[in-house]
């Protein structure tokens, strides 16, 4: 089974892929530009001591984002 | 249609990162690490228990290690500086040189470069090496990383917080440095406050200060905290500012935020250290060669030509004394940051050449004989000092790096207010402060 | 000082360094022209482009640092100074420094400048430490995948800094020739930007990669388009229309 998340949801150590980028604009560009395209891994690495923003590691390097790009993403996670 | 909303372009990208992919999986070969050092370490230096106390064990750290081993080079500097300033004034006198051209150069020229030198050069020496390791580390990107909330919650971008470290070498480094920040709202706010941490020029007064009012000779804990309360203060101004910035000139809401975390990578310990000595070395001798010898005549100048009863200091000094008085301070202490613009270092060195101006105290060539000079000659107190030191923190920023937020921003406007804000902050504050111990009655 | 009119630089082989940020850029620059640009280990330390010489076999080199950059077609200002450099002028060669513990991200922006210009030394950097990491990279595969000149280093201690001159030599003065990679888009974008190139006026093909200039049209760069108005030609690529059999078969490209 597969269901679909937003990136911000995503739990601590759990690994998702990509389905789409809801953000338009700059917002988008920079998350396409970072690697973040459809079927890319990700996994969600920590967050940060005061809770946001939160650490991912996709394509080979940890990357922070906040919520509110984490929120843009879609991804899927394979249900066990 | 817009560019950045192009699904051509989005196929485009996919295109590429998913050939690099494809390369990538037929050229590299990993073997399952045996200890991830890079994991281990983030779960202390981000983590939600150890993260921000470490932060500030390590803020602490440097501060103590900067005062305890500052202190006896900066004397033994002191002490041969000084006996070069008798020898020059036997050579002047050798010569049969007047009088005037004497103290101009020996007690004008020399001596505020011999202060700038011998106060500034031995805690940066020391602060800037253990900073560069920590840099060379990977712990800058994991700082913006545990305070971003904070610069979020007010408006500003994380990255922010690098440009802030490095501010702590050079406002106008940090001001160039906010060119990380792809958001010109977000920018402009890092940029206007980069001001609020003390740079080069300003660490060692704070030090100076924090050492003789705050620690006496022997606690440099109490000190050390003192600095580190100082920068923290400094940190809080800035986030609040920043605040009252986007709510108020600069509207908006924050914008994105992406930041890679660079892997860990063991520093070229020896190395790092030793050049980074070097530069600062350099940085220190060729600004006060460049700075400080000028301003040190011109100051000797303004203290020594009466057009009427008094110097011109005195009367500068005389005018600026209400307001000097009101924020804490005294007008000479307000006319030496005026007369500072140029760069900070010499504020102190100003300081004290229209003290000893106007007192017949002897020279100080070490801290007792300065903590004398201020306390004795002049009447100040742990308020005096401290008032001075937050005025330092928050004044203005020096020459150089209004130059560079006008060359960053281009526009008169946020260079003028990149001057107002920072006064009026400083102001407002050592206001408060004064108003307040001096009200409830502590001093 | 711009490079091409210092007459201390004339005659002198002009070499770009790009690369994602944190690469250590800055670190072979100083090792090739024996300067001090700053240097740390976080991403954004080099934000002002910097400039030194070296001399190799009696050659002259003008080395110039760039501020790191996970893209070439992005929108910010700093990122669009790599950018600039890249296409706007004449290069002698271009080497793209990147990380070898993470080479998937850096290939990304290697693929890109390969589309610049076929003029690219791949310099995978840091070498000592994928060697920590137990990551092993097969260099003449590498080579051999992206057809242009490979060269491992680690900056900071020297090693590997020898051929990386000598490839920049050889790059240089056109002694080998590259064969870099091609992408291959979607059908439709590749037909697009066939039809693009061949209606591209001599004056664009002069300054611009033809291929790599159709692409930023298809996609619908309106800084290009300025550029083009500057070269004193309109766009001849209004006519035409791009038909998707794809989810986004609404979308032409723009200007029109
Ligand atoms: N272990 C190791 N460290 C390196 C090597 N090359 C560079 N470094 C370190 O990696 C860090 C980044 O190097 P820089 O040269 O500043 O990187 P850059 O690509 O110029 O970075 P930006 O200017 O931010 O784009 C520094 O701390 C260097 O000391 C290397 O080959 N091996
Ligand atoms: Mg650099």
Same mark, same amino acid.
């Given at each position: 089974?597969?269901?679909?998340?937003?990136?911000?949801?995503?739990?601590?150590?759990?690994?998702?892929? #990509?389905?789409?980028?809801?953000?338009?604009?700059?917002?988008?560009?920079?998350?396409?530009? %970072?690697?973040?395209?459809?079927?890319?891994?990700?996994?969600?690495?920590?967050?940060?001591?005061?809770?946001?923003?939160?650490?991912?590691?996709?394509?080979?390097?940890?990357?922070?984002?906040?919520?509110?790009?984490?929120?843009? #993403?879609?991804?899927?996670?394979?249900?066990? | 249609?817009?560019?950045?909303?192009?699904?051509?372009?989005?196929?485009?990208?996919?295109?590429?990162?998913?050939?690099?992919?494809?390369?990538?999986?037929?050229?590299?070969?990993?073997?399952?690490?045996?200890?991830?050092?890079?994991?281990?370490?983030?779960?202390?230096?981000?983590?939600?228990?150890?993260?921000?106390?470490?932060?500030?064990?390590?803020?602490?750290?440097?501060?103590?290690?900067?005062?305890?081993?500052?202190?006896?080079?900066?004397?033994?500097?002191?002490?041969?500086?000084?006996?070069?300033?008798?020898?020059?004034?036997?050579?002047?006198?050798?010569?049969?040189?007047?009088?005037?051209?004497?103290?101009?150069?020996?007690?004008?020229? /020399?001596?505020?470069?011999?202060?700038?030198?011998?106060?500034?050069?031995?805690?940066?020496?020391?602060?800037?090496? %253990?900073?560069?390791?920590?840099?060379?580390?990977?712990?800058?990107?994991?700082?913006?990383?545990?305070?971003?909330?904070?610069?979020?919650?007010?408006?500003?971008?994380?990255?922010?917080?690098?440009?802030?470290?490095?501010?702590?070498?050079?406002?106008?480094?940090?001001?160039?440095?906010?060119?990380?920040?792809?958001?010109?709202?977000?920018?402009?706010?890092? $940029?206007?406050?980069?001001?609020?941490?003390?740079?080069? =020029?300003?660490?060692?007064?704070?030090?100076?200060?924090?050492?003789?009012?705050?620690?006496?000779?022997?606690?440099?804990?109490?000190?050390?905290?003192?600095?580190?309360?100082?920068?923290?203060?400094?940190?809080?101004?800035?986030?609040?500012?920043?605040?009252?910035?986007?709510?108020?000139?600069?509207?908006?809401?924050?914008?994105?935020?992406? %930041?890679? %975390?660079?892997? /860990?990578?063991?520093?070229?310990?020896?190395?790092?250290?030793?050049?980074?000595?070097?530069?600062?070395? $350099?940085?220190?001798?060729?600004?006060?060669?460049?700075?400080?010898?000028?301003?040190?005549?011109?100051?000797?100048?303004?203290?020594?030509?009466?057009?009427?009863?008094?110097?011109?200091?005195?009367?500068?000094? =005389?005018?600026?004394?209400?307001?000097?008085?009101?924020?804490?301070?005294?007008?000479?202490?307000?006319?030496?940051?005026?007369?500072?613009?140029?760069?900070?270092?010499?504020?102190?060195?100003?300081?004290?050449?229209?003290?000893?101006?106007?007192?017949?105290?002897?020279?100080?060539?070490?801290?007792?004989?300065?903590?004398?000079?201020? #306390?004795?000659?002049?009447?100040?107190?742990?308020?005096?000092?401290?008032?001075?030191?937050?005025?330092?923190?928050?004044?203005?920023?020096?020459?150089?790096?209004?130059?560079?937020?006008?060359?960053?921003?281009?526009?008169?406007?946020?260079?003028?207010?990149?001057?107002?804000?920072?006064?009026? $902050?400083?102001?407002?504050?050592?206001?408060?402060?004064?108003?307040?111990?001096?009200?409830?009655?502590?001093? | 000082?711009?490079?091409?009119?210092?007459?201390?630089?004339?005659?002198?082989?002009?070499?770009?360094?790009? =690369?994602?940020?944190?690469?250590?850029?800055?670190?072979?620059?100083?090792?090739?022209?024996?300067?001090?640009?700053?240097?740390?280990?976080?991403?954004? &330390?080099?934000?002002? &482009?910097?400039?030194?010489?070296?001399?190799?076999?009696?050659?002259?080199? $003008?080395?110039?640092?760039?501020?790191?950059?996970?893209?070439?077609?992005?929108?910010?200002?700093?990122?669009?100074?790599?950018?600039?450099?890249?296409?706007?002028?004449?290069?002698?060669?271009?080497?793209?420094?990147?990380?070898?513990?993470?080479?998937?991200?850096?290939?990304?922006?290697?693929?890109?400048?390969?589309?610049?210009?076929?003029?690219?030394?791949?310099?995978?950097?840091?070498?000592?430490?994928?060697?920590?990491?137990?990551?092993?990279?097969?260099?003449?595969?590498?080579?051999?995948?992206?057809?242009?000149? #490979?060269?491992?280093?680690?900056?900071?201690?020297?090693?590997?800094?020898?051929?990386?001159?000598?490839?920049?030599?050889?790059?240089?003065?056109?002694?080998?020739?590259?064969?870099?990679?091609?992408?291959? /888009?979607?059908?439709?974008?590749?037909?697009?930007?066939?039809?693009?190139?061949?209606?591209?006026?001599?004056?664009?093909?002069?300054?611009?990669?033809?291929?790599?200039?159709?692409?930023?049209?298809?996609?619908?760069?309106?800084?290009?388009?300025?550029?083009?108005?500057?070269?004193?030609?309109?766009?001849?690529?209004?006519? /035409?229309?791009?038909?998707?059999? =794809?989810?986004?078969?609404?979308?032409?490209?723009?200007?029109?």
């Amino acid at each position: 089974m597969v269901k679909k998340i937003l990136l911000s949801e995503l739990p601590v150590g759990r690994c998702g892929r #990509v389905v789409s980028l809801r953000a338009k604009g700059m917002s988008r560009r920079r998350l396409l530009e %970072l690697g973040l395209v459809p079927e890319t891994e990700i996994k969600t690495i920590r967050h940060s001591p005061l809770g946001d923003p939160t650490l991912f590691k996709f394509r080979g390097s940890l990357i922070a984002l906040r919520r509110e790009e984490a929120r843009q #993403v879609l991804v899927s996670l394979e249900l066990l | 249609m817009n560019l950045t909303e192009s699904p051509i372009r989005d196929r485009i990208v996919k295109t590429i990162y998913q050939e690099a992919e494809s390369i990538t999986s037929r050229v590299v070969r990993r073997k399952k690490s045996v200890f991830d050092w890079d994991t281990k370490l983030d779960d202390i230096l981000t983590s939600w228990w150890f993260g921000l106390p470490i932060m500030f064990l390590l803020l602490g750290l440097v501060f103590w290690l900067t005062i305890i081993g500052a202190n006896y080079p900066s004397q033994l500097l002191a002490k041969i500086l000084f006996w070069g300033q008798d020898q020059l004034s036997v050579i002047f006198q050798w010569f049969g040189a007047p009088q005037w051209l004497h103290d101009f150069f020996v007690l004008g020229v /020399y001596r505020t470069v011999a202060w700038v030198v011998s106060v500034m050069l031995p805690p940066m020496a020391i602060f800037f090496p %253990l900073f560069a390791l920590l840099e060379d580390l990977g712990y800058l990107p994991r700082l913006a990383f545990n305070l971003d909330r904070l610069f979020k919650l007010a408006g500003a971008h994380g990255k922010q917080a690098l440009t802030m470290c490095m501010g702590f070498g050079c406002n106008a480094a940090g001001v160039t440095a906010c060119r990380i920040i792809e958001s010109p709202r977000e920018r402009l706010i890092a $940029v206007l406050t980069n001001n609020f941490v003390p740079c080069n =020029g300003r660490f060692p007064t704070l030090i100076t200060l924090a050492f003789i009012f705050m620690g006496g000779l022997a606690g440099v804990g109490a000190a050390s905290l003192t600095v580190a309360g100082i920068v923290m203060t400094g940190v809080a101004v800035t986030l609040l500012t920043a605040w009252f910035l986007s709510k108020t000139l600069l509207k908006g809401v924050p914008s994105t935020f992406a %930041l890679e %975390l660079s892997p /860990y990578r063991l520093p070229q310990i020896g190395r790092t250290i030793i050049r980074s000595l070097l530069d600062r070395t $350099v940085i220190i001798l060729t600004r006060a060669v460049l700075v400080a010898a000028p301003a040190g005549g011109l100051v000797w100048v303004l203290a020594n030509v009466r057009p009427g009863e008094h110097s011109i200091l005195v009367q500068g000094a =005389g005018l600026l004394q209400p307001l000097g008085k009101a924020l804490g301070l005294d007008g000479f202490i307000l006319l030496s940051f005026i007369l500072g613009l140029p760069a900070n270092e010499i504020v102190l060195p100003i300081l004290l050449m229209s003290y000893l101006s106007v007192s017949s105290m002897v020279e100080p060539d070490n801290l007792l004989a300065l903590k004398m000079l201020l #306390v004795n000659g002049q009447g100040w107190t742990w308020l005096t000092a401290l008032c001075t030191m937050l005025f330092s923190l928050l004044h203005f920023p020096c020459g150089t790096t209004l130059f560079t937020i006008w060359r960053e921003t281009k526009s008169a406007k946020w260079t003028g207010l990149a001057i107002i804000i920072p006064f009026m $902050v400083a102001s407002m504050v050592c206001f408060a402060i004064n108003w307040t111990i001096r009200t409830l009655g502590l001093i | 000082m711009c490079y091409s009119e210092d007459p201390e630089y004339t005659g002198a082989a002009v070499i770009a360094l790009v =690369g994602n940020p944190n690469t250590g850029k800055s670190t072979i620059f100083n090792a090739l022209t024996g300067l001090s640009q700053h240097t740390g280990n976080w991403p954004g &330390k080099t934000v002002l &482009k910097a400039q030194g010489t070296y001399v190799f076999h009696g050659k002259k080199y $003008v080395v110039v640092d760039l501020p790191g950059t996970y893209s070439l077609q992005s929108g910010s200002a700093e990122e669009q100074v790599a950018q600039d450099f890249l296409c706007g002028k004449r290069l002698q060669a271009t080497v793209v420094v990147t990380d070898a513990t993470c080479l998937e991200r850096n290939l990304n922006l290697v693929l890109q400048v390969m589309e610049v210009t076929s003029r690219v030394i791949v310099c995978v950097n840091l070498i000592d430490e994928a060697q920590r990491k137990k990551i092993f990279i097969d260099l003449d595969c590498l080579s051999a995948e992206l057809g242009v000149p #490979v060269v491992a280093t680690a900056a900071r201690s020297g090693t590997g800094l020898e051929e990386l001159k000598v490839k920049i030599e050889e790059i240089s003065f056109k002694r080998i020739i590259t064969n870099p990679r091609r992408l291959v /888009y979607d059908p439709d974008i590749e037909e697009a930007v066939a039809l693009i190139e061949q209606n591209l006026p001599g004056s664009v093909k002069e300054h611009f990669n033809p291929r790599w200039f159709a692409l930023r049209l298809v996609e619908g760069n309106q800084s290009l388009l300025k550029e083009i108005e500057k070269l004193k030609w309109s766009a001849p690529c209004e006519p /035409y229309r791009i038909s998707y059999s =794809g989810p986004d078969s609404k979308n032409h490209i723009p200007g029109s």
